[in-house]
């Protein structure tokens, strides 16, 4: 079975500008977490959903946004980018709330110029 | 909210050695506890985990142990081998997990090396 799906791998974008993040869980996992990882730190929650409900929140600014839709996938949305969003977003699914682990993919590498 | 803290930051070991990192957490509502292991360029690799109600749990060369009391628990990686190189990061989440509350909050990572 394939494992989490993030695209792009790669993205470069300037100051204020927008940006969407995509990712695809493992089959049969409904529940899909985004997490922020800072050169040298460990990932930082952002957000949880759950059949396509947003079931946590973590300590990011309301122009971090995401949805889930309803073949699981999710999208991540950064509006009014900043320079101190340069980090690995990264996604990661389980199979529900209630049942971890946590399987992540590989990140989207952001730099912002 | 919780809060990990890992040590240490960076750990050298010799081919065959034993390695140990230590975790301690904050929130008692805390109980589980997965260890991930990153490479370069890859995200983060579940390697092994433990909930509240078990004490030690092993897999081949890797164990973990929970100290619920204390808060804090610990990666134990024997005969090293240098493919076990990597960021190792130990993180805690309350289970299940409530509205609101955080999902996993993770350790500052450690930097493995074993040295052939």
């Known amino acids: 079975d394939a494992g989490v799906t993030q695209s792009p791998t790669h993205l470069i974008k300037t100051r204020g500008q927008h940006v969407t993040l995509r990712c695809s869980p493992i089959s049969g996992h409904k529940s899909v977490s985004w997490y922020q990882q800072v050169l040298g730190q460990g990932p930082q929650f952002i957000f949880q959903?759950?059949?396509?409900?947003?079931?946590g929140r973590g300590n990011f600014p309301d122009r971090f946004s995401a949805r889930q839709f309803p073949n699981y996938s999710s999208e991540l949305n950064v509006n009014a980018l900043l320079l101190g969003d340069s980090a690995l977003y990264l996604c990661a699914s389980s199979r529900g709330l209630l049942n971890q682990p946590q399987h992540f993919g590989d990140g989207t590498r952001l730099s912002i110029l | 909210g919780e809060n990990v803290e890992q040590h240490p930051s960076t750990l050298s070991v010799q081919e065959g050695d034993s390695a140990v990192i230590k975790c301690t957490y904050s929130d008692s509502a805390s109980n589980y506890f997965p260890w991930y292991k990153q490479e370069l360029g890859k995200g983060p690799q579940l390697i092994i985990d433990?909930?509240?109600?078990?004490g030690e749990k092993k897999d081949q060369r890797i164990a973990v142990t929970l100290n619920k009391t204390a808060k804090h628990f610990s990666l134990h990686i024997t005969e090293t081998q240098p493919e076990d190189s990597a960021v190792y990061f130990c993180a805690a989440s309350p289970l299940p997990m409530d509205t609101g509350r955080r999902a996993l909050t993770f350790g500052s990572g450690t930097r493995l090396q074993v040295q052939p």
């Open positions: 959903y759950y059949e396509k409900e947003e079931r």
């Open positions: 433990i909930r509240s109600n078990v």
